[in-house]
């Protein structure tokens, strides 16, 4: 050691060994390393607080670091990034295929409609898949009112809306949604991390997006495409990278979050129309024919239920007016008829009333039972079946009267009157138009024994051959009394006595007088009622006196006449 | 003046009077009927406050009565600036009920504001509540009142405070 540095050694002493050590630190590697690892985060730290320029001169040597990382050693990086991606890659293609199905469906949806084959037409002229121009036709919706809302306490970050849409108080709105919000989470999510999307009501439809700090609630009016979602998330990031601490921090200032409003806006600029000047498009036309189709099956199952029924209720009407048949029911099923009830058996046959109105007897099961009618068709059926009467007759009945017109032979009409009380449900009978039919027969066999004759010789002493001739006529006159009494009629018998001019009139009338009493006599022997026998006046002539033998004789007058009716 | 909203819980056993506080305060009205509130039920009111210049807006959650709080019960009270803790002062079990849900409240979200009403004192003489217990649990809780929704006596002033609380809270804290 000389003296300088003796000197230097005294002058300086503390600051040379200070400075020894500040030079060895400065040469020696390991020691200036140390330094820079002790303030190197420290300087990181104010330098990024104090401006970007960290950040720039960083930017590049990192990123080339990554990107040299991931060229040398691509497994270490795929494992990092594995958590990270997959969930990404698999978001990715899930949001890719809704928004691709929802285009399929409204493709196919307006492929073959007028309005889509119109459409594809102006998708072809504008240059534009047929896709894209489907969608921008077939959105119509609007996003009407946009919430924000703080997630950690529900409170309102702000509120848009158009002029149109009603507001209620936004904030209760959001509280609410809120609620309901932890509500979903904590009874449907078993991990708490479901959370509720979206909802309808009516015409709108509700939509939430979930960020970190707040929530995006937009009410829109109409069907929103799957793609709206993505437009909304990214408006939520916008806000979350602009404000996302201050709305962590919000605790309903709104002073904090400046001007978040112009941000929100922008979800009510969602929209789209329809065309201006068109009407909304028509269903698809296979849905039209699928329509037609079973409007028309239906018309026609619907056209012959209507026939079929129409049929019951004419063969309903048939059968309740004829006489002695009485429905109580029927039933169809399909085209066949199921008939129930009662039928005189005189009535009509219930295949016959069917055929009548069409209906053919392998469409019917006739199950009926069998009464005694007392309509008045069926009394008079049931009389004619009685009595038989002649073609001639015609039967009716009318409340409790049976009637009966035309010409029968008196004996029938004589069965008639004394058995017609025996008819069920009739009590009187009418005759008043029934002739006899046997009336001119029997006038002729009066006639041919009327005006008979029988000569006297004298006194009351009949030629020879009359006296058997008078019993002959008896015999047949009592004959055809007991004909006449039984065919309803009446004969009325008279004998005139005769004499010749010779002699004393008033002995003459006496003798005719006599020879009438005398043939009456032997008529009544004959057992013709002698009531029916009446003297006639004396035939006095006031011509000359001639004995006349053709004179001397008694004639027998007959008439016909009605019997009295019976009661 | 300067707006600020602010979300309130209610909370309280059953049937002590929550719903029926908070209708009086929000429409001045009162009802004999119970309907028990399922889920929660809110209602919003503003209040002026000429001196600070500004009106404060309460978001008023109304959660159903509880002893004890459940999963769902405590999602709800997620985020509140303030308490309106509510007893039945004829039933002094639902006090019981208070201290409980405020320590849980205190255990799940920290301190903050909080107001006690203890309620339904226009029935008086079937109160349970004893002026100690009164006065001890207010001075543990520091803004304690008796209250009754059926006349409207302090709910205003109870709820007011809560607001003052909440604004004051802020201040320090922002
Ligand atoms: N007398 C009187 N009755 C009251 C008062 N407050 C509430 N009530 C009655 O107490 C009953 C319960 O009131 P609510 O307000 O429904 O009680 P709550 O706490 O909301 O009940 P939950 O929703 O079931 O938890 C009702 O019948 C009210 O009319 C009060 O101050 N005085
Ligand atoms: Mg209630």
Known sequence: MNDLDQLKELLFGAEKQALDSISERVERREIRTADVADILPEAIHQSHQKDGELVESLTQPVGECVQRGLRDEPETYADALYPVMGPAIRKSIMHALRNFSQQINEAVEHSVSPQGLKWRWQASRAGIPFGEYVLQKTMRYRVEQAYLISRENGLLVDHVHHESSKIKDSDAVSAMFTAIQDFVKESFSPDRTGRLESADMGEFTLWAVHGPHALLVCVIRGVPPKSLRADLSAILERIHFRYGDAIRDYKGDTSTIPDVEVELERCLRFEAREESGETRSGPPIQIVILLLLLVAAAAFFGVRSWMYSQQQDKLDAALNATPGIYVTNIDRSGRNFVVRGLRDPLAADVIDVAGSVDIPADRLTVSMRPFQSLQPEILAARAAQMFGPPESVDISVSGTTLHVSGEAPSVWRQTLQSRFSNLAGVDALDVSRLTASDRAEFSERVASLSRSRFFFRSGVELVEGDAGRLREFASDLANLLEDARSFGYSVAVTARGSTDSIGDAAANAALADRRATFAAGVLASAGVDARTIRQADLDNTDGPQLADVSQRYVQFDLQLESMPDLP | ?174
């Open chain 2, 1 to 174: 003046m300067t707006p600020l909203t602010s979300k309130v819980c209610v909370v309280g056993d059953f049937a002590v009077g929550k719903t029926s506080v908070v209708e009086r305060f929000v429409t001045n009205h009162f009802s004999e009927e119970y309907l028990s509130t399922v889920g929660v039920k809110i209602d919003t009111k503003e209040i002026d406050f000429p001196t600070l210049g500004m009106t404060h807006k309460l978001v008023i959650w109304d959660v159903a009565g509880t002893e004890e709080f459940g999963a769902r019960e405590m999602a709800y009270l997620r985020g509140a600036s303030g308490y309106i803790y509510v007893a039945d002062g004829t039933r002094a079990a639902t006090l019981k009920a208070i201290e409980r849900l405020h320590k849980q409240i205190l255990e799940a979200y920290g301190a903050a504001p909080g107001v006690l009403l203890v309620n339904k004192r226009d029935l008086e003489p079937d109160w349970e509540v004893s002026d100690e217990r009164f006065d001890a649990i207010a001075t543990r809780f520091g803004n304690a009142y008796r209250t009754s929704a059926k006349t409207g006596d302090d709910v205003d002033q109870a709820i007011t405070r809560l607001a003052e609380l909440i604004i004051d809270n802020d201040m320090r804290g922002g």
